[in-house]
């Protein structure tokens, strides 16, 4: 178990430039999930995929946001045209099949974004 | 209302007191009730989880809470605490029954002095 890998950890770019996060799984989960972070804030919940269908966003997820897990492992987020507010850490988890497991989820490090 | 509500945003405490960090949730979530745990320059980690049966449980550090129906309370506790437990908690909540999207409260940052 390497536990969940985030890539890059930080992000420092202009506005309205593209930035691309990277989240590899633990190998043997299914579902996997992207939060965003901001200061005194708890996680707030983008997506979720279950293997490769992105199966719920967030109404935060606006149309600069896409998000992708194109064979059911690792999974990336994209954001275009950043803009100041976009500024946080992005979180990546991910999970088992429920029964026991049912709420545990699994988080790296997170990847934070500065926008300048 | 906010589904998960953590109303103290720092609690500082010395070595070896008591503590309790309180989370109400609102009825707009499950009662499946989780607290995380994020220790400085760390991921979230799973501290201790509420699905059913006791309403009391228990963490392997030593922490405990509590699910209280009527109160719709789901409070963490600990007798006695540790410079090591200096960290950012989070109470959460499952979205619905059948759901996998976790709601989390705003954090509580403990503080524990020698």
């Known amino acids: 178990d390497t536990g969940v890998s985030q890539n890059p950890r930080h992000k420092i770019t202009k506005r309205g430039q593209n930035v691309t996060f990277r989240c590899d799984p633990i190998s043997e989960h299914n579902r996997l999930y992207w939060y965003r972070q901001t200061l005194g804030q708890g996680p707030e919940f983008l997506t979720y995929f279950q293997n490769e269908a992105q199966l719920e966003k967030s109404r935060l997820l606006s149309d600069r946001f896409s998000a992708e897990r194109p064979k059911g492992s690792f999974s990336t987020l994209e954001i275009q045209r950043t803009e100041q507010g976009d500024s946080a850490m992005y979180l990546c988890?991910?999970?088992?099949?429920?029964?026991?497991?049912?709420?545990?989820?699994?988080f790296g490090e997170g990847s934070r974004l500065t926008v300048l | 209302a906010q589904s998960v509500t953590q109303l103290d945003s720092q609690v500082p405490v010395f070595e070896e007191a008591p503590v309790e960090l309180r989370c109400n949730y609102s009825s707009s979530v499950s009662v499946y009730l989780f607290w995380y745990v994020q220790y400085p320059n760390q991921g979230l980690q799973l501290l201790l989880k509420?699905?059913?049966?006791?309403?009391l449980v228990e963490s392997i550090n030593g922490f405990e809470a509590e699910f209280n129906k009527s109160q719709t309370s789901f409070h963490l506790r600990k007798p006695s605490v540790h410079i090591s437990d200096t960290a950012e908690y989070f109470c959460a909540a499952l979205k619905g029954d059948s759901s996998y999207k976790l709601i989390f409260g705003s954090g509580t940052r403990l503080l524990v002095r020698p």
């Open positions: 509420y699905l059913s049966g006791s309403t």
């Open positions: 988890a991910s999970s088992r099949e429920a029964g026991e497991s049912y709420g545990e989820l699994f």
